[in-house]
Each structure stands twice: as structure tokens, then as C-alpha cells.
């Protein structure tokens, strides 16, 4: 079983930055993908990054390629995102989660362990 931890939200101006971390607890999280998600009251929950098991692949939502970084640290059970030139869009709770299986890892269903979130308002 891996348990997630997100941390490094918070309030930032439009363009600034943020990193996002994810602490895993469980020895199983260093062999499963993981996936960075998003989500704003009243919509379904959507893709935003994910990085192989071993980091050495990423894939990125269109709407975040090029400001923000998936990245992880396997020897400290820890994934981060790094999040540049934000915009008021990317408000939203953000969650990370391990990827378990399927066809499409941009799909929520293919995902088992989640992390509670953690809230990133952008304001102007």
C-alpha cells in the first residue's frame, strides 16, 4: 500500500511559481508511475503530468507544457512538480497519485493511491 502526501500549495500572483511535493510512504512507490491531477469545484478531475517509475518519462496536459516539470526522487519516496508562469486557470486542488494500470495514463480510473491535495489559487 503507498499513502501520498501533497504539500506546497498556496496563494501566488499570475507568472509566479510554485513546487509542489509529494511525500509516499510504502515500499511499492518507487516501481509504479505517477500522475499529477487537478480539480475545481464542479468539474471532473484532470490530467496534468506524469512521470515513469524510474522518471526516465514524462507526459504533460497541452495546457501546462513548457512551465510546468514533473520530476521525482525515488531514495526519498518523493514527486514533485515545479510550476512556472502561472496563470489564473491553474487554480485548482492538486493531487498527485501512483499509477496501477491501463491504457491511458491521463485516465483518473488508472490511477489507485491518492494524496488529499493541495489547494494553488493564482490570483491577478
Known amino acids: 500500500q503507498v499513502q501520498l502526501v501533497e504539500s506546497g500549495g498556496g496563494l501566488v500572483q499570475a507568472g509566479g511559481s510554485l513546487r509542489l511535493s509529494c511525500a509516499a510512504s510504502?515500499?511499492?512507490?518507487?516501481?509504479?508511475?505517477m500522475g499529477w491531477f487537478r480539480q475545481v469545484p464542479g468539474k471532473e478531475r484532470e490530467f496534468v503530468a506524469y512521470?515513469?517509475?524510474?522518471?526516465?518519462?514524462?507526459a504533460y496536459a497541452d495546457s501546462v507544457k513548457g512551465r510546468f516539470t514533473i520530476s521525482r526522487d525515488n531514495t526519498k519516496n518523493a514527486g514533485y512538480l515545479q510550476m512556472n508562469t502561472l496563470k489564473l486557470d491553474d487554480t485548482a486542488v492538486y493531487f498527485c497519485?501512483?499509477?496501477?494500470?491501463?491504457?491511458?495514463?491521463?485516465?483518473?480510473?488508472?490511477?489507485?493511491?491518492w494524496g488529499q491535495g493541495t489547494q494553488v489559487t493564482v490570483s491577478s
Open positions: 510504502g515500499r511499492t512507490f518507487s516501481s509504479r508511475g
Open positions: 512521470i515513469s517509475r524510474s522518471g526516465g518519462g514524462t
Open positions: 497519485a501512483t499509477w496501477n494500470s491501463g491504457s491511458s495514463i491521463k485516465d483518473v480510473a488508472t490511477y489507485d493511491y
